[in-house]
């Protein structure tokens, strides 16, 4: 199983950067008069902010969300035999029709009889 990381792109982290700056400016000027919610407004502004800002000025980021993948050969194990045959022929048909070379096929056949089975 194969993990991979989701992050907003670029130009999304930087319109959330720009609305969290936003919140963050009307929470100190309007919201915090309102006590406890304006504080939890204001910290919750400036947490979106820096999310997006680590987005922005970072390769990796943060990611929103991940996505696990399956691996095709654990997938597909019933079927397997039938690829390996079909890609068996298919690599005969070539060395039959000189669209390569012997050495070629042997090579080729070699590794496709070494993967897993």
Known sequence: MRQYRL???????VLG??????????????V????????????IAFAITI??????????GISAYQ?????????????DDEDYAAKLRQLHQLREDNIITEE??????EEILNTKW
């Open 51 to 60: 999310y997006h800002a680590v987005n922005v000025f970072t390769n990796k």
């Open 32 to 43: 915090i008069q309102f006590g406890f919610f304006g504080v939890v407004w204001t910290l």
């Open 67 to 79: 996505v696990d993948v399956q691996d095709h050969d654990i997938a597909n194990q019933s079927g």
């Open 7 to 13: 992050k907003p792109g670029k130009s999304m982290s």
């Open 104 to 109: 070629e096929y042997r090579k080729k056949k």
């Open 17 to 30: 950067m720009i609305v969290g700056v936003i919140f963050i400016f009307i929470g100190v000027t309007q």
